[in-house]
């Protein structure tokens, strides 16, 4: 695989983190997940490909046991508040004095500098914060989150993803490693780079919900069915356009123009009505293999075994019998191998692990004994699993 001989450690955290290494997992990196004792599971369920080593970070001996593993990493991934990391003796200038190669990526919230550094934050405060939140909501509605994917998932893990990418293809010059500052503020905001680059164009020029592409024209929301399920459209060329017309059964001559915006919401009401008059699986009879941009809105469980999704083979199975999407991108000469394993315990192979780093069984004994360790065997004890009350980002 593309990243085969590549060792990450990451501290746990919750979902950016998480989602950040299982990409890298996902591409052929072997990734130690560095727990805290005592920890009964990854509440994000991200542990792909992973292994888990259970460490008290906050005791001197644990802090060294990171430092020995460092040496010998590519890339350490800590997901905690600006400064954290400094405390526990753990900082870059230390980490990167030890292995000069180490690629050390920081993903926060708000970044390691600015008044919001050390505050505490969740995906909806990083939308907010970034500008992108003001721009998604109906009209005359509050704006609201799309679930937590924006911020987290988008502008913090896979933005962290590409820093990360890009620190070892400058590696490979340089030699050197370097500190990555992804936070999911400013991830967000270079996203938004399309709206912050047309914003004084007709895209955005009526209030929000109001425009073509959130919300306001006919031609690109959603409509409810005749079973209650939902259709997608989004058919803004004009072909494509004509194509909703046809296949609505409705006549463009006797339709206002389509870019009159003072008869879109008359004409959402139109549209609404016809499409309230079949179901879901009628309306893809009729749209499904055309260009008029017209798909229905699949559940979880349906997107599985839609015939694109089982053509493509789109999604994975573990041996839980647990489904997810198969990494994406593909690549044509070292595609992903995402493992099918179960994901693993809190604590599972942290021996194994320090093995492997050159500690010798009388310093894994003695580590265990003083818990600055903790090692939990494949089926040494039965987790009572509930959400974690003190997870920070």
Known sequence: MALQGILVVELAGLA??????MVLADFGARVVRVERPGSHYDVSRLGRGKRSLALDLKQPRGAAVLRRLCARSDVLLEPFRSGVMEKLQLGPEILQRDNPRLIYARLTGFGQSGSFSRLAGHDINYLALSGVLSKIGRNGENPYAPLNLLADFAGGG????????????????????QVIDANMVEGTAYLSSFLWKTQKSSLWEAPRGQNILDGGAPFYTTYRTADGEFMAVGAIEPQFYELLIKGLGLKSDELPNQMSMDDWPEMKKKFAAVFAKKTKAEWCQIFDGTDACVTPVLTLEEVVHHDHSKERGSFITNEEQSMSPRPAPLLSNTPAIPSFKRDPFVGEHTEEILDEFGFSREEIDQLKSDKIIESNKAGSKLWILYPHSNIQK
């Not at 950016?16 to 290494?21: I, L, Q, W």
């Not at 896979?158 to 490693?177: D, H, P, Q, W, Y």
């Open 16 to 21: 950016p983190g998480p989602f950040c290494a």
């Open 158 to 177: 896979l933005m962290c993803v590409l820093g990360i990418m890009m620190a070892l293809f400058e590696r490979t010059r340089s030699g050197k490693g």
